[in-house]
């Protein structure tokens, strides 16, 4: 009879373990969130198994209001379907609410902007931009393609983070580059690492509210999804870079322009070209 007993218990703890492991679309354990970053922050939770981050960064909050401005959007009653004037909307008030700041540009103004930009070659096409507006230095045009070969040539979203902490290093002591390259190239590599940690989150549980908008298939290996995601990540850090240089270039200057501004326009148009892109569908 205890044979039976201990038997019957090792079936019901193995059915547990079983049906458990169905409930998620993990292919393999994902490496403890202290192993990704010294310092995991738990009120991102959305980003602690993917986020890798720079204290050094002094736009670093660039990147942790891109996310937050993401979450305000996927916690809105009306998600499932927001217009692109709405998304763009909450995206802004959530900007503004963690800035403290006035920041306003007419929904008709910023997609007027974004037609400027090449949709099939965002970076190419916001580097020119950049540079014949004199908003960026023909050197922080170049670190603009250096970043994207970066996105491209990392094999997992951790690896990415890290190699991101050595370009970013190397534009702080870049002294070719312009105080206004500082806080767009800057700012662009903390909305890039943090947005690839949102949607590998995103794309690798099936619980995120984006999960199944990403579209994004199926594959085998833990980052499969990986490659897929690149096209968000590029638009995501592209739509900061454009904020960051419209905003000064049409003339809206004066306190807009001030260095403490910039940032955060280019927070805004990051995380809403993120809905933008998925939405049009120019990423899949």
Not at 49 to 56: E, G
Request: glycine share 8%; hydrophobic share 45%.
């Amino acid at each position: 009879m205890k044979r039976i007993t201990n038997l019957s218990t090792f079936l019901l703890v193995l059915s547990i373990l079983f049906f458990s492991s169905c409930g998620k679309e993990r292919v393999e354990p994902l490496p403890q969130s202290n192993q990704l970053t010294e310092t995991p922050d738990q009120s991102l939770n959305s980003n602690v198994d993917f986020l890798v981050k720079n204290p050094d960064n002094p736009y670093e909050f660039a990147g942790e209001q891109h996310n937050a401005a993401l979450d305000a959007l996927a916690a809105s009653p009306d998600f499932e379907n927001l217009s692109s004037e709405q998304a763009y909307e909450i995206m802004g008030q959530s900007v503004r609410n963690a800035s403290g700041l006035d920041l306003n540009i007419p929904y008709a103004e910023a997609e007027a902007a974004m037609e400027m930009v090449d949709a099939n070659n965002p970076v190419e096409s916001i580097a020119s931009l950049g540079v014949e507006s004199g908003e960026l230095s023909e050197s922080g045009a170049a670190r603009m393609h250096e970043m994207k070969a970066i996105l491209l040539d990392s094999p997992n979203p951790i690896a990415f983070g890290h190699s991101m902490l050595e370009f970013e290093a190397s534009v702080m002591a870049d002294n070719s580059l312009t105080e206004r390259d500082h806080i767009i190239l800057l700012g662009g590599a903390a909305v890039a690492r943090y947005s690839a940690a949102y949607w590998s989150y995103a794309a690798y549980y099936d619980y995120s509210p984006w999960h199944y908008k990403l579209r994004l298939g199926h594959g085998t290996g833990l980052y499969w999804w990986w490659p897929r995601i690149h096209c968000l990540i590029i638009w995501d850090f592209c739509g900061y870079w454009w904020g960051c240089i419209y905003i000064c270039w049409i003339g809206w200057g004066g306190i807009y322009c001030i260095a403490y501004w910039i940032p955060w326009w280019g927070c805004w148009w990051g995380c809403w070209w993120s809905w933008w892109s998925w939405w049009w569908w120019w990423c899949f």
